[in-house]
């Protein structure tokens, strides 16, 4: 269980910041704006970058790709299945009106389910995840640019 702790930690306070920024979206009546789901990238970002960071300082010197890209993808999907479930039930239980208020500008001969707008919150959570996942192993791998790796290439 120690292993995933990391990743469950970090998913549920980027989860957490999730919700909390939707909220207080709504307070203002913004959360049916498309646009401002922007930010969420931006709360995904950050919480990635310090659960990569933190796996990184705890493995020391052994630090693998493998286990930092998982590490990362983990931490991703769990926030993203906490923020779906969460978006679930807030527009089914809780506000029941918010998706009609939310699909009202696009609407038009498409029957639109909750269904299907919790298909998209989720995948668009994941390919988040994935690319911000790539993107940040790239800065948290080992180089090669050594002087032991040199003697690894062709023009040696």
């Not at 998982?70 to 009106?97: C, H, K, Q, R, V």
């Amino acid at each position: 269980m120690k292993k995933f702790s990391i990743p469950i930690k970090y998913g549920i306070a980027i989860a957490a910041g999730l919700i909390a920024y939707f909220l207080v979206l709504s307070l203002f009546g913004a959360h049916r704006n498309p646009v401002f789901s922007l930010f969420n990238g931006v709360i995904m970002a950050f919480g990635m970058y310090e659960a990569i960071k933190k796996y990184r300082l705890k493995s020391g010197t052994k630090f693998k790709y493998q286990k930092g890209f998982m590490t990362g993808l983990l931490t991703g999907f769990n926030a993203t299945i906490i923020f779906t479930i969460f978006f679930g039930l807030y527009s089914t239980e809780w506000n029941p009106d918010f998706l009609n208020e939310l699909l009202s500008m696009w609407r038009s001969d498409y029957d639109t389910s909750v269904g299907l707008i919790l298909f998209v919150v989720a995948i668009m959570g994941f390919a988040t995840s994935f690319i911000l996942t790539l993107a940040y192993m790239q800065l948290f791998k080992d180089s090669w640019n050594t002087k032991d790796a040199k003697k690894h290439t062709l023009g040696n």
